[in-house]
């Protein structure tokens, strides 16, 4: 943060600390005392106001109950989302392309037709590829068909403490949710941000949720 480096920057820029200004503190003087002592003091306070209070991430993972309709709709939108996200991996490995918005200005359409992805699903692809890509563009990444799979507010939507719409390849699904005392005292008074849908080798769902709190 920018207030943390002021004082260095003070010293690099003007060529003296505003521990110590020149000619505001005498030979031999405390060098906390006068201008010293008033900027060391507004220093800490805005410190500790606005950089100590900068918001956190959180994760809140939901149990998703979904019917057996609902899992299998939701189990083929995640394949179908992974399968897109392998086959745009390896056309941004040929082309060394990590810039979402490139990638998107030449495959967002064929991304839709090829596997008739929603307009936000096919947007959330693109970013997933290439963040995932920009991490090392030695290797094509690969994803799994059950896979995490982004979801962000124009594609869920939360229905009060104990329902989520979820879109899918066939529309919305209004799926139940568990969601436990300490979660829901946080998931109440954060507002959702992003969210990715997980199911566990056993068949369980769940949605991990990310909300910001301020920290302290």
């Given at each position: 943060s920018w207030l943390i480096a002021l004082p260095a920057a003070f010293h690099r820029n003007l060529g003296f600390s505003p521990?110590?200004?020149?000619?505001?503190?005498?030979?031999?003087?405390?060098?906390?005392?006068?201008?010293?002592r008033l900027f060391?003091?507004?220093?800490?306070?805005?410190?500790?106001?606005?950089?100590?209070?900068?918001p956190m991430e959180l994760t809140l993972q939901l149990k998703l109950l979904p019917t057996e309709d609902q899992a299998t709709a939701?189990?083929?939108?995640?394949?179908r989302f992974n399968e897109a996200c392998n086959w745009l991996a390896a056309q941004a490995f040929a082309k060394q392309c990590t810039n979402k918005l490139t990638l998107q200005r030449l495959y967002y359409h064929e991304l839709r037709t090829r596997f008739a992805l929603p307009s936000q699903m096919a947007v959330r692809c693109l970013a997933r590829v290439a963040g995932t890509y920009r991490r090392d563009k030695h290797i094509c990444p690969t994803f799994r068909p059950d896979a995490?799979?982004?979801?962000?507010q124009r594609i869920?939507?939360?229905?009060?403490?104990?329902h989520v719409s979820l879109l899918t390849l066939q529309?919305?699904?209004?799926?139940s949710f568990l969601l436990g005392p300490y979660?829901?005292?946080?998931?109440?008074a954060y507002e959702p941000r992003q969210c990715h849908l997980v199911v566990r080798e056993d068949?369980?769902?769940?949605?991990?949720?990310v909300v910001q709190v301020p920290d302290g």
């Open positions: 521990w110590k200004p020149r000619g505001l503190i005498p030979r031999g003087g405390n060098p906390f005392n006068g201008f010293s060391l003091l507004a220093y800490l306070y805005i410190r500790c106001k606005y950089v100590n209070m900068s939701l189990r083929a939108v995640m394949a995490a799979m982004p979801y962000d869920m939507r939360f229905d009060g403490l104990d529309g919305r699904v209004l799926v979660h829901r005292q946080r998931f109440d068949g369980q769902w769940f949605l991990l949720v």
